[in-house]
C-alpha cells in the first residue's frame, strides 16, 4: 500500500489528536483545538502521511524570523511534533515526514531545533541521521510526566536540498 504526504487540513485535527492520545498519553497529548490553531498560523507548515485515505502519521514545523538572505541567516525552524500510527511504524513514515519538514526548512533557511524524550532512542537516531546534534538537556521538559527532553540543533543545509 502506498502512503502519500500531504498538507494538513482541519478535517484531519480530530485524528490526529487521538493519534496524539495513543502516543504521548503521559505527556500532555494536543487536543483538536491544539491541531486547529497550528494550522492557522501563517508561519506553520503542517502535513499528514495517508494510506487509503486515513492519516497515519502527523508532522510539523514552524519558520522562525525571517529567510536567509544571502550569507545572513536570520531565520530558523522548529520541528513542532512527528507522530506516527504505531500500526504502521517501521515503513520509514517518520522518516518520510521528517524529509518533508527539513525541505521547507531548508527554503527558509537557517538552523533548524526540536526537542525529544532522552528515552526515545528511535526517534534520536532518525535525528541523527539527518544531521541533529545534541545540543542541551531539558530537565522535567514534558509534562505531566516530567520527562527529561534533548534539544537537538540541526545546522542550516548550505549545500542544498537532496530532498
Not at 503521559?26 to 486515513?54: C, I, K, M
Not at 522548529?78 to 504505531?86: A, F, R
Not at 521538559?141 to 516530567?146: C, D, I, M, N
Request: hydrophobic residues 35%; aromatic residues 8%.
Amino acid at each position: 500500500m502506498t502512503v502519500s504526504i500531504e498538507s494538513m487540513t482541519v478535517q484531519d485535527a480530530p485524528r490526529c489528536a487521538y493519534l496524539e492520545t495513543v502516543l504521548f498519553p503521559g505527556d500532555g497529548p494536543w487536543a483538536e483545538d491544539a491541531f486547529v490553531a497550528e494550522l492557522a498560523a501563517p508561519h506553520n507548515h503542517y502535513v499528514t502521511a495517508r494510506e487509503n485515505g486515513e492519516v497515519v502519521g502527523y508532522a510539523g514545523i514552524s519558520l522562525l524570523g525571517e529567510p536567509s538572505r544571502g550569507a545572513f541567516v536570520v531565520g530558523e525552524s522548529e520541528v513542532h511534533t512527528i507522530g506516527v500510527d504505531p500500526a504502521h511504524r517501521r515503513r520509514g513514515i517518520g522518516g518520510r515526514l521528517l524529509d518533508e519538514l527539513l525541505s521547507v526548512a531548508d527554503e527558509h533557511g537557517g538552523p533548524v531545533f526540536l526537542e525529544v524524550r532522552t528515552d526515545n532512542k528511535p526517534a534520536i537516531e532518525l535525528y541523527r541521521r539527518e544531521g541533529f546534534e545534541i545540543v542541551g538537556t531539558r530537565a522535567k521538559y514534558y509534562q505531566p510526566s516530567g520527562a527529561d527532553a534533548f534539544t537537538m540543533r540541526r545546522p542550516e543545509n548550505t549545500e542544498g536540498s537532496a530532498r
